[in-house]
C-alpha cells in the first residue's frame, strides 16, 4: 500500500506493516506475521523482554520507534547472524546491542517511508533496558526534546508480530507540531 | 601487501557481522565504536578502507568524515558510509564529503562485498590457513 502522508494510527500501522517483514527478512532471513486479535494484545511473554526505542525527530513531527522482544528471540536472531551455530553463547551486553541494532534498522525504514511522504526526521541513537513495560525517551538527533504533544497531534500504532515462534511488538509513537 | 579495513560503528552486532564477512580474505579488521575512537584508529592503523555507520554516538560518521577530510594522511583513503537511514538529505550530503560508496542496512552481505572489492582487492584466504580474520 502506498502512503500519500501519515495522517492517521491505520497509516502508522501501515508503514509498520511494511518496515517489520521487510527488515527481519532482510536482516534475519525470518518471516514475521503480524498477530492479531485480543489474544496478541493480552498474551505475554514468559521470557524476560527487553525494550528497544530509537527516538525520531524532524521539522514537522517527533516520534520514538520502540521494539519489545522477548530475549529467546535475540538469541536465536544472534546465532542466526553469526554463522548459526546453535552452541553459541552470548553475553547479556550483545544480546542488548543487538535489540538496539534491530530497533535502528526497524526505526531507519520507518523514517525512509515518512520521508517519502515528505516527513523528514533523522534517528537518535537506541536505547535498551530490560523490561516490556518502559519507554525510554531518548534524546533526538540534533540534542533537542520533543514538545510535549497534545492528545490531538499524537499517533501511536501498536503491531504484534510473530517471528520464529516469538512475539515481537512495534509500537510507533509520532508527535506532530501544533503550527 | 595485505589491506586493512577500518569499520566503525557503535553496534557490536554490526561489528561483528563485519569481521565474520571478511574472514574469509586475505585482510586485517580493526573496528571502533564510534566517530572518536574511529579517527585514533585511523591514525594509528592508516587503514585502505573505512566502512563508517552514520549515526553514532559521541561522534557521529557525518562529523567522523570531516575531520578525515581535514587529516593530510587520512583524506584520500576511500569511506563506505552505513546506514539505516536512506534519505537522500543523507546521500547528498555524504557524496559532497567524498564518500565512495553509500549501503543501507540490513545489508546485502554480497552487495557490500562487491562495494568493498571495487575499492581494494579482496583476496581469498587460502583453505588450509587459519580460520578468523586477524585483529590488532
Known amino acids: 500500500m502506498s502512503l500519500r502522508r501519515v495522517s492517521s494510527v491505520s497509516d502508522l ?3 509498520a506493516r511494511d518496515a517489520v517483514p521487510a527488515v527481519l527478512r532482510e536482516f534475519l532471513g525470518l518471516a514475521a506475521t503480524e498477530a492479531a486479535g485480543a489474544d496478541a494484545a493480552t498474551a505475554r511473554s514468559s521470557d524476560v523482554e527487553l525494550c528497544a526505542t530509537v527516538p525520531l525527530a524532524g521539522p514537522e513531527a517527533s516520534g520514538h520507534v520502540c521494539l519489545r522482544l522477548a530475549r529467546g528471540f535475540a538469541l536465536l536472531a544472534l546465532r542466526q547472524l553469526h554463522g548459526g551455530s546453535p552452541s ?4 547479556e551486553h550483545e544480546v542488548r546491542d543487538f535489540a538496539g541494532e534491530l530497533c535502528n534498522l526497524l526505526a531507519g525504514r520507518v523514517a525512509a517511508e515518512l520521508a517519502r511522504v515528505g516527513e ?5 541513537v ?3 533496558v ?6 525510554v525517551a531518548g534524546r533526538p538527533a540534533g540534542g533537542t526534546t520533543p514538545s510535549d504533544p497534545s492528545p490531538a497531534s499524537a499517533l501511536r500504532s501498536c503491531t504484534i508480530w510473530s517471528c520464529a515462534g516469538h512475539r515481537l511488538t512495534l509500537d ?3 508527535y506532530r507540531r501544533l503550527t | 601487501m595485505t589491506p586493512t579495513i577500518l569499520s566503525v560503528d557503535d553496534s557490536q552486532t554490526v561489528r561483528r557481522i563485519l569481521r565474520r564477512l571478511f574472514s574469509p580474505f586475505v585482510c586485517d579488521v580493526c573496528d571502533a565504536a564510534n566517530g572518536e575512537e574511529g579517527l585514533a584508529m585511523a591514525a594509528q592503523r592508516k587503514p585502505d578502507l573505512i566502512i563508517l555507520d552514520h549515526n553514532m554516538p559521541v561522534m557521529d560518521g557525518v562529523t567522523m568524515l570531516r575531520r578525515l577530510r581535514e587529516d593530510p594522511n ?6 563506505i558510509m552505513l546506514t539505516a537511514e536512506a534519505g537522500c538529505e543523507n546521500i547528498a550530503t555524504v557524496a559532497r564529503l567524498g564518500v565512495r560508496d553509500y549501503v543501507t542496512k540490513p545489508f546485502r552481505e554480497d552487495q557490500l ?3 568493498v572489492g571495487r575499492l581494494i582487492p579482496l583476496v581469498p584466504r587460502p583453505v588450509d590457513a587459519s580460520a578468523g580474520c586477524q585483529s590488532p
Do not use: H
Not at chain 1, 130 to 135: N, V
Open chain 1, 13 to 15: 500501522a501501515q508503514v
Open chain 1, 88 to 91: 553459541g553463547s552470548f553475553e
Open chain 1, 120 to 124: 523528514v526526521c533523522e534517528l537518535g
Open chain 1, 126 to 128: 537506541p536505547e535498551v
Open chain 1, 130 to 135: 530490560i523490561g516490556a513495560d518502559t519507554l
Open chain 1, 172 to 174: 510507533l509513537r509520532q
Open chain 2, 74 to 79: 587520512l583524506k584520500r583513503t576511500p569511506v
Open chain 2, 113 to 115: 562485498l562487491a562495494k
